[in-house]
């Protein structure tokens, strides 16, 4: 029921949006939550076991019921808390969990089951037979049993990531939170002030208080302009700060579009911003509690508090006839406003035999509810007297108060335990538990209003070592409670209703032995879904406490971890989703491969060309072709992707010599020689070329997918292992653009291209120097990965496309063209050269034939580690080559496993793998490189290849690792 | 968690990457050394000397004393000036 002359709404705005199919009115400034109420909404949505009908519990992002799902299609949203969900015009809201529909709930049935359906139920009834498990019973009770479920589809729509700074972070923005921000912002400091909700003020909002002389509202008004004009401050409505993290980071989600019809173009729907604070004040407040009796969850019993929210905030009642269950001040508050508003109070039951309340309506002092009664709704309650009388009393709302507990999530995540304080009877934030961060206000057990304005003031003075600034008048009220949990009694009491858990399951928790209090919430669920028993936690532990007979600080609390609320998955992914989920390389001749019909392979961060089909052709024509190509003319490939890392220093040669295994000091100035790096263990790291350009120059090349690796380990041997070399070294593989040119006629291509000779004198096989391509300064390395004479020419990467375009247009005239991966690798497999396929981390440098390469004459990394016995010799496997017995057998593929040919197949008699297999157009057969037990010795020896996977077998001879031009002849030609 | 680089200033985390214990800043000189140097490590809760390295910055290594069991950063040098 809309109240006139109450709430902070916009009565010249109103707004129509939609709840399960009907249309309804509201206005802006309400939540769903509010809107609903005020058309006397109090059924609006099903349990999640018990499928019991629930209603709105409180106002504010700890509710445990009204979960909706909101928007349609794609989009739509589940589980959204309607208590925070701002209305606008043309909301759509669907509640969750209940079929056909709310007022008749099939699934309603699991209600009269309740007393097979208690705590450990399903670990107890439906644990075998286990294939059931998985087939029958699990689907049939996440079907039953359920939150709201996305739509599956992708949303289209973008989230965000970000980071901020500052040097104090306040959470919340009541009365503690804004004094906090003021004293900062006054003192010059940058200020963060994070509020969830839409709206700055936190209860002051939802009391009938003045601040400063003026409505609270209006004061929190004038705090927030001068806030809002002080340049070093930042303020963040809608933003939940989710998580307390190492060295001051806290997570926070801003909701950007939640609260609008439509996404505006180009915003996110939500950011997730990591907030690096110097300092942090928490003054996120307090939740109120429940107090547990018999169907305590029927619709219309809610929080005091959350009753007060409404009036004052919104101006709805909640009622039409309220009853207050009370065990502190608090309730009584809520009473007074109730009836100055000239609303019916039927009753104020409080446990205690005496307070100094006095209100013109019926008290009961020494009474408790027993019973709340009506299906869908709250009809009236049970109450019974101190002399031990039942009477009913009428009620469409029971507003109760047990008391409050301050929010210390946060102060948890880094593993801290709150203090119990007997003062409120509630958990306090342990001072220090997260480093950095000082609650204040409520949120440290600090309830009346000046208490909460004094200590943000002085918890933001401490925190930035500055002086409090003055704080003004208001409520100061000392806080009484006298701790009631539970009215005891038959049926089910309700602690987490949103897990549907009772004070009857924790008794069966305890009887079972469940005796922790982290082994009790995982046996009952309590506090496990997704409001984390923001309102239901300290209750159990009360009752917990009770049955095992210790106090409360005794039985402890569960852990409390991020996030504070739900976050979606979506805004942590930010911009890393779909087409930007990673950053894209492209090489230099990417536009040209496009336009020529390049398939793509991704290689790391890379997209290389991977073949060029002609009309008609498919991958393998395409491969074949280009092989054939590179073998009998000219082919031209993109080797941008290599790692190449400028070395420069008088210790140049020293530094590579001991990260090499063979020696580079001793290559002269023009030449290139291949190298092997290895790991400090043994195993082979990476290898390449390494071309010295001058006596303190060198260029090293690395392989596409090791670049990064190699290049962080240079750095470590440089500065951690050896940083009294002079040397320094930078990674140039964006800023050259290199090609590959093959063949035949390579040399034809090239002295096309470069000014300079290019003749066997001037550039030897394995030669290299600077050259001029087409007038522009770049480099030419006689070097070859195909087998054939082959050179790689380098250009600054600014000129790379063309270069492409020149090599592409002269390769063509000379009969031979682009070619792609595939090829490339099929003329490497060829031609014997190793990729990562073969050194996979696991291979030292004796297993693939170049154990004379690591150098007797000096050290290097690696080199006493992989001198171990047992890193060579016949126990090893080692690298071979493969050749099938029949040239037409097709299933040859990496992955198989080699076994000898009377050998049974089982993991003891496995002898090697295939690390590399492909079609060899050059020979008319597949080809394969593996590594086979002593695999040197058997050269011309028959072994089985079998693949499991594939479910194939194929008698191959096993060959030296090399299949053409064994003798070198075409590389030097 | 942040560290705070001594070329770079106070950055987010996900710009290091981790390395391990520091005993790899002492590369044994005699073979006999080096089966403990790749292989032994110690794993004690609470200050804990490691290598961190810069990589979406400086491209430093540093030598971060950590708190393993509260995370708190004790201390960050640079690895090539820690060295003893
Ligand atoms: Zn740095």
Redesign the pocket.
Known sequence: MRLQGFGQIDRSSPVRFEFDGRSYGGFAGDTLASALLANDIRLIGRSFKYHRPRGIVTAGSEEPNALMTIGQGAAANPNTRATTQELYDGLVARSQNAWPSLGLDVMEVNDLLAPFLGAGFYYKTFMWPKAIWEKLYEPVIRHAAGLGALSGQDDGQSYDTGFLHCDLLVIGSGPAGLMAALTGARAGKRVILAEEDFAFGGRLNAEAEEVAGQPGPAWVASVIAELAAAPNVRLMRRTTVTGAYDGGTFGALEQVAEHLPSLPQGAPRATFWRIAAGRTVLAGGAHERMIAFRDNDRPGVMQASAVRSYLHRYGVAPGRKVAVFTNNDDGWRTAADLIAAGVTVTAVIDPRAHTQHDLPCRMIHGGVVTRAHGRLGLDNITVRKPDGAEIKVDADCLAVSGGWNPSVHLTCHMNGRPDWSEDIAAFVPRPGAVPGLIAAGAANGMFSTHGALRSGAQAAAEALDIKPIKVPQAEDATFEITPFWHVEGPGRAFLDPQNDVSVKDVKAAHQENFRSVEHMKRYTTLGMATDQGKLSNVGALAIMARLTGRDIPEVGTTTFRPPYTPVPIAAFAGRAARDTFRPHRLTPSDALSRERGAEFIEAGLWHRAAWFPQPGEDWLAACNRETTMVRETVGVADVTTLGKIDIQGPDAAVFLDRVYTNMFSTLKVGRVRYGLMLREDGFVMDDGTCARLGDQHYVMTTTTAAAGQVMVHLQFCQQVLWPELDVRFISVTDQWAQFAVAGPKARDLIRDVVAEDVSDESFPYMGCGAVTVLGVPGRLFRISFSGEHAYEVAVPARYGDALARALTERAEALGGGLYGMEALNVLRIEKGYITHAEIDGRVTADDIGMGRMVSAKKDCVGKVMSERPGLHGPERCQLVGLRPLNPDAAALHAGAHLFALKAEITPDTDQGWLSSACYSPTFGHRIAYAFLKNGRARHGETVRVVDRTKGTETLCDVTAPMFYDQEGGKLRG | MRLT?????P?DVR?FSYRGDAVLTDRPTTPEGFHDYVHIRENPAGPHDELWH?GA????W?KVRRDTVTHEVLSVALAREARS
């Open positions: 680089c001594p070329l770079c200033g950055r710009e810069h910055g400086c491209g430093g540093l």
